[in-house]
Nanobody
Framework: QVQLVESGGGLVQAGGSLRLSCAASGRTFSRYVMGWVRQAPGKEREFVAALRWSTGATAYADSVKGRFTISRDNAKNTVYLQMNSLKPEDTAVYYC??????????????????WGQGTQVTVSS
């Protein structure tokens, strides 16, 4: 059974940085796409970033491009989201998500079928 456990959220001032971690277990993830999705209060879930584990190929939402970086550590089976130059509008619960790669699009929350419990990120102005 796939398990995704996020950590690293917290409170940070605008302009600051945070690194989120997602520890993945229960599968060999080399054939998976890993994603980060966020949900702000009163809003729908929003795609943030995705990484294809086998190739390292990445994709980002326009709102985070150039500020956020998704990466993986094969030895630790962990995916990271490095968030720099944070803005108050980045405040949300951030979820790690996964889906087996099938060649379709992964830049929408609906693409993913495994989810972590989420970690809160709050950016103060």
């Amino acid at each position: 059974q796939v398990q995704l456990v996020e950590s690293g959220g917290g409170l940070v001032q605008a302009g600051g940085s945070l690194r989120l971690s997602c520890a993945a277990s229960g599968r060999t993830f080399s054939r998976y796409v890993m994603g980060w999705v966020r949900q702000a209060p009163g809003k729908e879930r929003e795609f943030v970033a995705a990484l294809r584990w086998s190739t390292g190929a990445t994709a980002y939402a326009d709102s985070v491009k150039g500020r956020f970086t998704i990466s993986r550590d094969n030895a630790k089976n962990t995916v990271y989201l490095q968030m720099n130059s944070l803005k108050p509008e980045d405040t949300a619960v951030y979820y790690c998500a996964a889906v087996a790669y099938s060649g379709s699009t992964y830049v929408t929350p609906a693409a993913y079928n495994y989810w972590g419990q989420g970690t809160q990120v709050t950016v103060s102005s």
